[in-house]
Structure formats: C-alpha cells, structure tokens
C-alpha cells in the first residue's frame, strides 16, 4: 500500500513538473511598475494639468488623477516616449526604449500602432480623453489610473526607470507637456510573489 501511495504521488508530482514547464511564462509572471515620484510642466498658455498621486503601502493600489484643461484648439499633437533603465550603482540612465508617435494620425488610425492602443484604451475606461483632431479648448480627465494595471513588456529589466512622455505642438513647436514617472519594475509569480502586494524599500 505505502508503495502505491509513494509511486502515485511520484507520477502525479511528475505530471503537474512536465505542465509546469510547458505552460507560457506570460500566464504566471507579471511586471508591475511601482512609482516613486512624478514630474510635471505644461505650457499654461496652452494647457493647465492637475495631479494627485496616491502611494499606499499595497503598491498594486497605487493610482493617479489627472485633470486637464486645454486653453486652445489644437490641430497638431505629436508625443515623445522613452523609458529609462537606472543603474542602481551610479544612477546611470539608459534608454532602453524611444518612441515617436503622431497622436492625431494615431487617433485617426487607432489599429497603426498596437502598444499605444492598449494604453489609449486603457486611459479612456478610466475617464474622458481626445478621440480625434482637432481638439480643445475643453477639459478631460483620468481617475483612479492604477500604475499595476498598464501592460509591459516581460524583456525589461526589473530595475529603477523613468518613464518620459514630451509632448509638442508641431505648429508652434514647442512643448506642451513634459511628464516623467520615477520608480521601478517589480516582476511578480502570481499568487506567490510578492504574497500581499507590498514593497520594502531598500
């Protein structure tokens, strides 16, 4: 009997071993973006942007607001990205990503650009935005924009970045708003790691 049990469960163990290996990483592992800090300049001749940053201790319910009032209409809008990888050493920033997007040909195509999409999509079920040009004056908002629910991609290093979002108006080129986001990846095993959510800060 003791040996049917042993081999049983030597079968069973090795059987949930062989799914386990074959099961896609991206159903387990998650990169979460946990923030430290924002920075934020706007033109106010053009736009005005309000914040409130929440950081709770349960860093997945960290969560921003935005308000923004457009003083102006705006025919022509076009975003720089990059994201920044920090050394945690000498605070050496590396840019592991740029990105230049025409917003208003984006709004015109949403499909021409799949990333950005989902983040569009994302902003908008949190609350009012551009969804063609031009635009303004007028006021758009975001509540409740948790940092943990943005997808990124699993080939960034769990490190420190800064993520910096410029953008500009062609026509007068100059910026309209420059926002950058501090903090750091945190890759979490769902339903292991981190058990209950929370970051200690070393």
Do not use: W
Request: with cysteine; charged share 25%.
């Amino acid at each position: 009997m003791r040996l049917f049990i042993t081999t049983t469960f030597f079968i069973t163990f090795c059987f949930f071993m062989y799914m386990a290996h074959f099961q896609p990483v991206h159903a387990f592992v998650k990169l979460i973006a946990v923030g430290k800090r924002l920075e934020l300049k706007n033109n106010a001749r053009s736009v005005n942007i309000s914040y409130t940053f929440r950081n709770p201790k349960r860093f997945l319910e960290q969560s921003i607001d935005f308000d923004v009032d457009v003083q102006r209409e705006i025919r022509d809008m076009k975003l720089s990205l990059a994201y920044y990888s920090v050394s945690r050493n000498n605070g050496t920033q590396t840019a592991l990503l740029k990105r230049y997007v025409d917003l208003c040909f984006f709004l015109r195509n949403p499909s021409s650009d799949r990333l950005v999409n989902r983040v569009y999509q994302l902003v908008k079920a949190h609350g009012t935005m551009p969804t063609k040009c031009p635009f303004g004056p007028g006021c758009f908002y975001m509540r409740d924009m948790k940092p943990s629910e943005i997808p990124i991609p699993l080939f960034l290093p769990e490190a420190e970045f800064v993520l910096e979002l410029i953008y500009r108006s062609e026509v007068r080129s100059e910026p309209l708003v420059e926002f950058r986001f501090y903090g750091k990846l945190v890759r979490m095993v769902k339903n292991l790691l981190p058990k209950f959510g929370e970051l200690n800060e070393h």
